[in-house]
């Protein structure tokens, strides 16, 4: 049995995997690099290795140094959480000949599920559904407008080896054609050395709806069913929830089979993500697996009452699941905001700094997973996902009423965030309704980025407290000058009666 | 002796009566206002006026005189006008658009792409390039019309917090 | 429909109410005495109005004052919490009168309840369970006499008037009756200024368990089901959980209907709690019934996904209940700790005082319930609970293990509290095997007041921290003297080669 | 120069021998220990030691000195020992039992029971009173043995911070 765990990453995701693992009584050992260490995994772990300087490629993509950590304090296994090197076949590899557990699937499922065309192929042969597209890579020019012709269009032209938008055109004219896959061959030969292409049907208003799964080491694989991630900004949900919105009892059942076939297709192991792209008639096509946890696995945790975390370790372990498909339902609803350091008044770039001071929402409903504190500087090197903002409710309805209230009692001072760029999401009207897809971002900026007005007395009062501060600070460098203006309260009704003449 | 304090548009002038313990007396723009006021922790106050309960949360943004104000329903930049501030304000305003012409990258980060070439005409609005940083991406946009001056940077490169990205010659107003 | 509600409590009660109101869009009105200028009720509310002097009498229990801000403030509603006026038929009947809905039982509810002789009767009448004893008042000595021989011994004599302990006595040998009998009745003369006793039989090693129910106007009433709350000191609660870990399902449903019956009998409207006490061959008696909210109601929210204020609030608006008796089950398991400013090492004494810092505890299953902050003065006036603790697990073990690594997390400075006398509870034995009766605290006080060493390199790294501490703090008072200490890092190696040699 | 620090029983001999950063070189009874030190906050530490990871919170008692010190598992007192706290320590022992032998309450609170009366004769652990205060009770117990030289409240009376309830005269030990 896993005694030890060695975490290898940071942020949020390293707290929460120690939290499980403090509660299994799994001793938990940290990395940290230059930049980190005062960061909360740090103080939380069992134990702490320094591991490199600040960026993440000499620090937490070192997997030889984090490999000798783990055998230097003998941790039986590694989770790797996720981003990093959780997808990372090589690393996954490495581990297991060095005889450590990597709590995740084998090199096997995470390179066959990580290179998009095999993943596809592997589901076409598994008879979940794709979107409609070239059955594999394509490298010659008319072979592709062949395709193309016979996909029809809109469509989409992805590099194979791509991700990060790289590569990637949306081809919706004849005229077109040409040059966009010239375009997205050439990106795609500069950045990946490796210039083939596929073709898939461009999804209009598409849902982007994904599936929890586990499988243990001997054969058997639930779903846990869906997450909605649709609320996106350039790629990067923003908002999920579960249930979705808009699935039907049907499509659930059939689209959580599915997924099962699919992790079963990959002998996969551990706790994956079937992600599915659903269009507004709900036809679903297999779009990619997360070979690992998601961002997003607390509102799964929350509605079907399932510590992820402890069961991956539990499968890890070599323990059969403790549920069975039968025992899991969805109970009530849940909604998870991201809030990161980041200033949507300008381009909502990133924005580290040091959190001057922090209230976290609590009470009735309500979970925070996060690891800044007051005092905290946030570095400028990784993820600026600071906290996740998770709630549930008996229904939506309440779930979205709960958010608000939770978003409102959160406060961030010291580092630009996006809270009320989430309070205004959960206002808008396409949000409240259930009625959006990865569009929605895009189409209500302008409701988005509004202020509402506090009122006038409002404003008054603002105006007076900053004022009063201004005072008291002015006061304390130069005490003389102002303190006539104090302890006259006397002489207020004095005041008044002047002013009233 | 009152000061005047600017809260977006709004100049108000605004002066402190009296004061005893935790209550104010206040004139604001000829109007008083008696208020409960109490410093909770630092930087953040309880003001309780007609009986109405507001939590105001005071971030300093430059010295003592700028500040950003959070009540829970919005953020105000509020700042306090002496002659100090009203000179600096007269000398920002013929400085203009220096700055605002030249797009830098406030983080370190990277270029995703950049959408234009030097000489091109771009509109107020128009997305100039694309950086991504902390794994993010951000997209910015020409503030005014204008031509493309300079542009110091390609796709992929690293840049440095800072470093200038693409300047832009703005149209001239008529 | 209810638009703004006034909330007649302070601490963690009205914040936690005021969430609710806040989520359902109602208005908030604080009240608060001089001592409580700074509370988070009064942050959080949208109105506050100060009501009087610190003492409770003068503040907190002032009903008049308390209704004329309900008046000036155009609350619809006043919500009382628990403690303070929850209980009291003449607030609930002023309210009535004043045209504002005490959210709440109606006066006539309160009084059957509120008197235990009137409440044993009235739950005899409605066939419940009660504890075996005499069946009104005894005002005789000798009448008390002969019902003590026909219950037979051990026999609890109390109080008709009482409360908190005052005008009882446990007698357990025939010789101890009449002196026993007469200081019950002296101490209830003088307390009370009357003094009929009535006598039950004494139950040993007694569970006390407590069954929530909610009932609206039209006559619906159901339960939802039980609470543990055998974990006390001084018959103060502790630690509560749901479900109890020694009821059978068969038990359950038992008393859950006799727990609506004694609803039913008093026209019952709201929230409320029907206390059994239990024997260890799981007879149960009816024990009294509290008309109001209680502390641990959160781990009944939490194990049957309910919110009770929204459902105090929705009762209180004339409409029907919103779930049915059949829809309701108990999913998991959750425990309650109750965090109080108390010096366990010093009789438990209430610590008020100044919160120097705070960490809450947060993460998967974890909701915390408080109301105080960094920086906040703890009144002496009033209870010292200043935060409660809810978790929730799969099952009693994963809740078992959560509650202690989240009260690892919970950190108070600045005021004495009882965190690891919590812990030490979740640690004993008895307590993990749920196999605890009223009298646990005190059996177990040895082991709860042990501290488990924390060995010997952590008491080096303690001594060598506080030391660092203290030179650095010296040398902020005197600069000069310690410099030399700093900036040596060069003369390591050398210092190391001299103590070498 | 090495001071001493006093952890429950124990008196310990420590010295700062070098320290760079967050790296510190100290000796503690004679051996070296190498720490990587740092300041979460104000009062509170994490030490990584032979990378084990360690945080630890002070919390000052009075003074400088004297520390009420937190671990995740245990809470300590700890006090730094120099001329001054040798002199404070050997002057306290001699006045002994002072405050012991008079009960007092805390904080302001209500009594609920006295169990003694003047003359009666006491074990060490019995309890003496019963005090109520902010709705929790606390049992009051005799340090040692001895007799009840005075009771100065009765039930139900209220009391102040610091007012003597009940004053005990211990047997004279062997």
Not at chain 1, 86 to 100: L, M
Not at chain 1, 300 to 321: F, H, M, S
Not at chain 2, 3 to 28: M, P, T, Y
Request: charged share 30%; with cysteine; hydrophobic share 40%.
């Amino acid at each position: 049995m896993i005694k030890k765990v060695l975490v290898a990453n940071r942020g949020e995701i390293a707290v929460r995997i120690m939290r499980s693992c403090r509660e299994m009584g799994i001793q938990t050992v940290a990395v940290y690099s230059d930049a980190d260490r005062k960061a909360m995994h740090v103080l939380y772990a069992d134990e702490a290795y320094h591991i490199g300087p600040s960026p993440s490629l000499e620090s937490y993509l070192n997997r030889n140094k984090i490999i000798e950590v783990a055998k230097k304090s003998g941790a039986d296994a590694i989770h790797p959480g996720y981003g990093f090197l959780s997808e990372n076949a090589g690393f996954s590899k490495r581990c297991q000949q060095k005889g450590i557990k990597f709590i995740g699937p084998s090199p096997y499922a995470i390179t066959n599920m990580g290179d998009k065309i095999t993943a596809r192929k592997t589901m076409m042969e598994a008879g979940v559904p794709v979107v409609p597209g070239t059955p594999g890579e394509i490298s010659s020019e008319s072979e592709a407008i062949k395709s193309i012709k016979e996909i029809g269009l809109p469509v989409m032209i992805k590099a194979s080896a791509g991700g990060g938008g790289k590569g990637m055109r949306l081809v919706k004219n004849q005229r077109d054609i040409k040059s966009s896959l010239r375009a997205a061959r050439s990106e795609a030969r500069s950045a990946f050395g490796d210039d083939s292409v596929f073709i898939e049907k461009y999804i209009e208003s598409p849902h982007h709806i994904e599936f929890q799964i586990l499988a243990d080491q001997h054969g058997n694989v639930i779903h846990l069913f869906e997450r909605e991630c649709s609320v996106q900004r350039r790629h990067q949900k923003i908002i999920e929830e579960a249930p979705s919105p808009i699935l039907t009892p049907e499509k659930r059942a059939e689209m959580g089979e599915y997924a099962v076939a699919a992790a079963k297709a990959v002998n996969y192991e551990g706790a994956g993500t079937i992600e599915f792209i659903v269009d507004k008639d709900l036809n679903y096509y297999f779009l990619e697996m997360n070979t690992r946890l998601q961002v997003e696995h607390p509102i799964t945790e929350r509605v079907v009452g399932v510590d992820l975390v402890k069961e991956q370790i539990n499968i890890a372990n070599g323990l059969p699941l403790t549920y069975t498909q039968d025992e899991l339902r969805q109970s009530g609803h849940a909604i998870e905001c991201r809030v990161y350091a980041e200033d949507p008044d300008n381009n909502f770039m990133p924005a580290p700094g040091k959190v001057t001071h922090i209230d976290i929402p609590y009470g009735v409903g309500v979970r925070v997973d996060g690891y800044i504190y007051e005092g905290f500087e946030i570095p400028l090197y990784y993820d600026p996902l600071i906290a996740k903002l998770i709630v549930w409710g008996r229904n939506r309805q309440e779930a979205i009423e709960r958010i608000r209230r939770a978003i409102k009692e959160f406060k961030i001072n010291g580092v630009k965030n996006n809270l009320k760029f989430l309070e205004r999401i959960t206002l808008a009207d396409d949000f409240v309704k259930g009625n959006y897809t990865t569009h929605f971002i895009e189409e209500n900026m302008d409701f988005l980025m509004e202020e509402k007005p506090c009122g006038e007395t409002c404003d008054d009062m603002v105006i007076i407290t900053t004022f009063i501060e201004y005072l008291d600070k002015m006061e304390k460098a130069s005490p003389k000058e102002m303190t006539a203006l104090k302890n006259n309260w006397k002489d207020y009704n004095r005041v008044r009666n002047i002013l009233k003449l | 002796m009152p000061f005047e304090v600017k809260l977006n548009d709004r100049i108000a002038k605004v002066e402190l009566l009296s004061r005893q313990d935790n209550k104010l007396l206040v004139a604001l723009d000829g109007k008083e206002f008696e208020l409960d006021f109490v410093k909770v922790s630092e930087g953040s106050y309880s003001v309780i006026y007609q009986n109405r309960s507001f939590n105001i949360e005071l971030i300093p943004v430059s010295g003592v005189k700028k500040y950003l104000v959070n009540t829970l329903k919005t953020t105000y930049e509020v700042e306090i006008i002496d002659a100090e501030s009203k000179y600096l304000a007269s000398r920002n305003k013929a400085l203009d658009d220096d700055g605002d012409n030249v797009i830098k990258a406030p983080i370190p980060g990277k270029v995703v792409k950049v959408f234009v070439e030097k000489g091109d005409k771009v509109e107020a609005g128009q997305t100039v390039i694309i950086i991504s940083a902390m794994k993010m991406e951000s997209e910015f946009k020409a503030k005014k019309a204008g031509t493309i001056a300079d542009v110091k940077v390609s796709d992929g490169q690293t840049v440095e917090a800072r470093q200038p990205l693409v300047v832009i010659e703005f149209d001239k107003q008529e």
